[in-house]
């Protein structure tokens, strides 16, 4: 039997389930919002105890990137990420679970050939391309005496 690739679109769209959008989106507008809140909810506690606004926005960090990893090594984040979508890709835990993810998968090859080398499988390029593109943004800021 052969088929055009129009005629096998068809038949794929006719058999496919329809996404539920609009469910989806909120799903991933409640959870990356819960998120945040986790977030502010954070930075309000430990400028509570004292630590000056910056020093607090970093420890805010550094617990949701420790929560996030957390959870990816439980198993937990997928369960979420598999109800809430986009919303678990707010950055930073989003970032945390894509680090943590490959070195999870491939920890049976040991600790430096797997998870030391697959660590940044997906992340890798994220961040190549962020700190190429943050080297270009600021020379031409300085070519334009702006910076």
């Known amino acids: 039997m052969d088929m055009t690739n129009q005629d096998y ?12 959008c609009w469910k989806n989106c909120a799903w ?17 506690l430990y400028q ?21 990893a957390l959870l990816t090594g439980l198993g937990i984040f ?4 598999k109800h809430a979508g986009a919303g678990t890709l707010v950055p930073i ?22 998870v030391a080398a697959k660590m940044f499988v997906i992340a890798g390029p994220v961040l190549v391309f962020g700190i190429s593109a943050s ?3 600021g020379i031409i ?5 702006v910076g």
Do not use: H, R, W
């Open 93 to 114: 835990t989003g970032f945390a679970n894509a680090v943590v993810s490959p070195a999870l998968e491939f920890k049976s090859e040991g600790l430096v050939m797997g």
């Open 28 to 44: 991933a507008f409640c959870v990356g919002g819960l998120i945040c809140v986790l977030g502010q909810g954070l930075l309000n």
């Open 48 to 68: 509570y105890f004292d630590l000056e606004k910056d020093d607090a926005a970093a420890a805010v960090s550094v617990t949701l990137i420790f929560l996030a």
């Open 9 to 20: 679109g068809k038949y794929v769209n006719a058999k496919s389930k329809p996404s539920p």
């Open 135 to 137: 080297v270009v943004y």
């Open 78 to 81: 997928d369960n979420i990420a």
């Open 141 to 145: 800021l300085i070519l334009l005496g």
